[in-house]
Nanobody, 115 residues
Framework: QVQLVESGGGLVQPGGSLRLSCAASGNIFSMYRMGWYRQAPGNQRELVVDITSNGRTNYQDSVAGRFTISRDNAKKTMYLQMNSLKPDDTAVYYC?????????WGQGTQVTVSS
């Protein structure tokens, strides 16, 4: 089993920044993909960005240039630096780890962008 623990959400004004973290533990193989998803009220969960074990990234168009994903393989931790936040970024953000045929999810952390 794999456990994912997110931290770093909160309330921020438009134009502000937040940094999310996701710490993974458990039975983690050497090759796996991690990513951040988000779900706003009334919407489906959507991919924000993901990153492979060798650092290849895939950003949603709406966050490209504002968000930066990174990972520390030694610490099994992933980060999401979010800058120039907009009210449309308001959502619950979920950490995901995909390895083999399995997907694992964190509990989610609320990000609210509001003045």
């Amino acid at each position: 089993q794999v456990q994912l623990v997110e931290s770093g959400g909160g309330l921020v004004q438009p134009g502000g920044s937040l940094r999310l973290s996701c710490a993974a533990s458990g039975n983690i193989f050497s090759m796996y993909r991690m990513g951040w998803y988000r779900q706003a009220p009334g919407n489906q969960r959507e991919l924000v960005v993901d990153i492979t074990s060798n650092g290849r990234t895939n950003y949603q168009d709406s966050v490209a240039g504002r968000f930066t994903i990174s990972r520390d393989n030694a610490k099994k931790t992933m980060y999401l630096q979010m800058n120039s936040l907009k009210p449309d970024d308001t959502a619950v953000y979920y950490c995901n780890l995909h390895q083999g045929i399995n997907d694992y999810w964190g509990q989610g952390t609320q990000v609210t962008v509001s003045s």
